[in-house]
């Protein structure tokens, strides 16, 4: 393990030099990982372990989406490729990794392959941590470890055939075999971390849920949406609204914040966007913080996880959904993105021939 100064904060973590693949290899050796799932994080943890030398299998019903995805990615029926019942009963890992509902929807199937000595993998903490509603209780003879790559699965991949890797937290709920750490340990390798950071099932889904409706998407969506009203109503053209709003941001200055870090921002930057920005962070900070407090008692009460489980699980959900989305994809804002992108593309493509 390595000691690794995170902004004047001591914190352990395990990169591969600890922890090498050769080491993952050998110590999941006699293991067969049945990943369950071939959706969002499925692919992405299945191929990397598979290239990475792991005895990996993926159970799937057969004739989904999912499936044809499947084998479009080589994995091959009654060899690699299973229902998910054959998978998890030739498994001594199983990823869970189906989407929260589907994880409840499936647990009662599931259980019963998890005999003795198994591992049960998450790279989610809801299941577990929400069990009053999941109804997901693990018996007490099996490992029940957790792996959380820091992005989708799409990036997890991206990076890896490039030969990075996506940081992830790692987590131990409950260690049957005295392996667990271990274990988990070695399936972030095999998945492409690029660094383990440990975290509780708690802990980790607490952050998520607060990040995915705070920051990342919620966020970022809600005042994107409310400085692109503000221009319009002032009079701006929805070309230069959408442009000042979200295209500087997504394809200039986020890829060079997370290359080079916010400070190198403002310091790379005119004297009038920096001045403005430094003197107006402090109003937006002060404005989000009441916010994000309540979104963070709301996660941690499960009052999210219940109005996740309850919407999720209603007939019409797919429906009521698809309505959301029409809305927000027909609105100026993003019908204006959409212009946006297909003239950005058309660019590319002059430049490049």
């Not at 080491?23 to 990982?33: E, G, R, S």
């Not at 060899?79 to 009662?108: H, M, R, V, Y």
């Not at 340990?185 to 998520?208: C, N, P, Q, R, W």
């Not at 309850?310 to 959301?324: C, D, F, H, I, V």
Request: proline share 4%.
């Amino acid at each position: 393990m390595a000691t690794i100064n995170f902004g004047g904060v001591p914190e352990t973590v395990i990169t591969r030099d600890e922890f090498p693949l050769d080491k993952a290899l050998d110590f999941l050796k006699d293991d067969t990982i049945a990943v369950i799932g071939y959706g969002v994080q499925g692919p992405g943890q299945a191929l990397n372990m598979r290239d990475n030398g792991f005895h990996v299998i993926v159970g799937q019903r057969e004739g989904t989406p999912s499936w044809e995805r499947a084998l479009k990615d080589g994995w091959v029926p009654g060899e690699s490729l299973f229902s998910i019942e054959e998978a998890a009963d030739k498994g001594t890992i199983l990823c869970n990794l189906l989407s929260d509902a589907g994880q409840i929807a499936l647990w009662p199937t599931l259980q019963k392959y998890l005999t003795p000595g198994k591992t049960l993998y998450f790279s989610h903490g809801f299941g577990i941590t929400f069990n009053d509603q999941t109804g997901i209780v693990p018996a007490k003879d099996i490992d029940v470890i957790l792996v959380a790559p820091k992005g989708s699965g799409t990036s997890l991949r991206r990076l890896f055939v490039a030969g990075g890797g996506l940081n992830s937290s790692f987590a131990v709920f409950q260690d049957a075999t005295g392996k667990a750490w271990e274990k988990a340990i070695a399936m972030g390798i095999g998945v492409g971390s690029g660094y383990l950071f440990e975290t509780d099932f708690k802990k980790e889904v607490y952050s998520d849920l607060t990040g995915e409706r705070g920051v990342l998407m919620g966020a970022l969506a809600g005042i994107i949406e409310a400085q692109y009203q503000v221009l319009r109503q002032r009079g701006h053209s929805p070309s230069e609204a959408f442009n000042e709003t979200v295209e500087e941001l997504t394809q200039s200055l986020v890829p060079l914040v997370g290359e080079n870090g916010m400070d190198w921002m403002f310091a790379n930057c005119s004297v009038t966007a920096q001045r403005g920005a430094l003197d107006w962070k402090g109003k937006f900070r002060d404005a989000t913080l009441p916010v994000l407090n309540e979104l963070y008692d709301s996660v941690a009460s499960g009052e999210e996880a219940r109005r996740t489980i309850e919407r999720g699980s209603t007939p019409n959900y797919r429906k009521e959904l698809e309505a959301e989305l029409k809305e927000v994809r027909e609105s100026e804002l993003w019908a204006t993105g959409a212009t946006v992108r297909e003239l950005r593309s058309r660019s590319t493509a002059s430049v490049e021939a």
